[in-house]
């Protein structure tokens, strides 16, 4: 099993562009979680997905920020424009017992 | 969403030396997990407790979740460098995590 798959690793972008995050969860896994990590703020859940519909997206920043899940296969999020304050590692999860994270995108805007 | 005090925030150790890390709610959690997140890496999950009182072992980790389900601990004896990373709480609130703590980060002195 090659786990939770994200890309890319690292990006860095420059201010008012759009930005795309790409996640591949881990097959039979029905719950998908995005992340994001900074030093100031530890861990936050932006968005969680069951069954490839959003369930709770109450931690996504704004409407900059914006994720989708066209099939069980793949995730997205997207950040339109960004801006130097969306600079975190992004982590996507997959679920079935306790989390499994992909590695990360870190995310660097300037 | 559950909100957790995680303490202490930092702690050296000499390797050899035992650690603990504590994370405290204000409220009935239903679960919490453990994961372990070593510096540049992603966290890790290691296990998850969800009866009163419950204590698991993983060789030189034990876990133990409170009676009334409201702090949990980790122990790690006779730490190693191998032991070194951040070690977040994650209580459960249903069928997700919400939220993590704000981790605890390990150094430990060879």
């Known amino acids: 099993d090659a786990g939770v798959i994200q890309s890319p690793r690292h990006e860095v972008t420059e201010m008012g562009q759009e930005v795309t995050l790409r996640c591949k969860p881990i097959s039979g896994h029905n719950s998908l979680f995005w992340y994001r990590q900074t030093m100031m703020r530890g861990l936050e859940l932006l968005i969680y997905?069951?069954?490839?519909?959003?369930?709770?997206d109450s931690g996504m920043p704004e409407d900059r920020f914006s994720a989708k899940m066209p099939n069980a296969s793949f995730s997205t999020l997207k950040i339109q424009p960004s801006e130097p304050r969306d600079s975190a590692v992004y982590f996507c999860a997959s679920s079935l017992h306790g989390y499994t994270f992909g590695s990360g995108t870190r995310l660097t805007v300037v | 969403g559950q909100q957790v005090m995680q303490i202490p925030q930092y702690q050296h150790v000499q390797e050899g030396e035992d650690f603990t890390t504590y994370c405290n709610s204000s409220t009935t959690l239903s679960n919490i997990q453990w994961y372990k997140q070593r510096p540049g890496g992603h966290p890790v999950f290691l296990i998850q407790?969800?009866?009163?009182?419950e204590v698991k072992k993983q060789k030189r980790l034990t876990f133990q979740f409170g009676e009334a389900k409201k702090n949990s601990s980790l122990h790690i004896t006779a730490t190693q460098t191998t032991d070194v990373g951040t070690y977040f709480c994650?209580?459960?609130?249903?069928?997700?995590?919400?939220?993590f703590g704000k981790g605890t980060k390990l150094s430990v002195i060879p």
């Open positions: 997905f069951n069954n490839n519909v959003p369930i709770d």
């Open positions: 407790l969800v009866k009163s009182g």
């Open positions: 994650a209580p459960g609130a249903g069928s997700y995590q919400l939220t």
